[in-house]
């Protein structure tokens, strides 16, 4: 089921339209819809090319938070092979916000870090909605300095709305593990990109965006503070 924002209710009725006739044809068959249909998929078309030319800040920022926008593990399936994520800090816990590993893109090695929002309930819940806690900061960075140990490009994939702000998160440091990782990132000697593919909110965003290289893809929003 598509998910529309308020913005793109006039694209919802025409596209309500679409599948009602549709389902007509499918329950008639001797129905022609052919031409309707096509008629009313081009307007449809026509009118999210014209919403999205004239898109105000606002709507450029739930555009960003769109639930069905590709996550990291959407990209990572779709452009990295052999992707086998690393568990841990080696302090305290795992912390599923964020997911990092080794894999090749395009034949060459890297190593992967990025936050997981989750795309339902459930693995919205195991992710946090991508707010990482202080032990996902340190394996990124566990992860980063492994990478430069075996010379691997590093590639973040930024997508936050801001670090997780609990008591929890707190109290195990979650300023001090995002410093620590603008400092190493910063010292870091194999290149890092870093790629905006949805929010990048606050320190939350800054705790893996620090790179050579920074890319925002359209329609995605990066804010430190």
Not at 46 to 68: G, M
Not at 87 to 92: E, L
Not at 141 to 164: H, K, N
Request: hydrophobic share 40%.
């Amino acid at each position: 089921m598509l998910t529309y924002l308020d913005f793109e209710k006039a694209v919802a009725e025409l596209d309500g339209k679409i599948e009602e006739l549709r389902r007509l044809a499918a329950a008639d068959p001797a129905v022609p819809i052919k031409d309707d249909v096509s008629r009313l998929e081009a307007k449809s078309a026509q009118l999210v090319r014209d919403l999205y030319a004239k898109l105000t800040p606002w709507q450029k920022t739930l555009v960003a938070r769109h639930p069905a926008r590709p996550h990291f593990y959407d990209y990572v399936h779709t452009l990295i092979e052999d992707f086998t994520p690393l568990a841990g800090d080696r302090s305290f816990a795992e912390d599923n916000a964020i997911i990092g590993g080794p894999g090749n893109f395009r034949g060459r090695a890297v190593m992967v870090i990025g936050h997981e929002k989750g795309n339902d309930t459930k693995s919205r819940l195991k992710h946090n909605f991508g707010m990482a806690q202080p032990d996902g900061y340190r394996k990124a960075i566990r992860l980063m300095t492994m990478a430069e140990r075996f010379g691997l490009p590093v590639i973040t994939l930024v997508d936050t709305p801001g670090a997780y702000p609990g008591i929890s998160a707190e109290e195990r440091g979650q300023a001090e593990a995002i410093a620590r990782n603008l400092f190493e990132m910063a010292q870091l000697k194999v290149p890092i990109l870093c790629y905006i593919i949805g929010e990048g909110a606050s320190g939350g965003a800054l705790g893996i965006g620090l790179g050579d290289r920074g890319v925002m893809l359209e329609y995605t929003w990066y804010s430190v503070i």
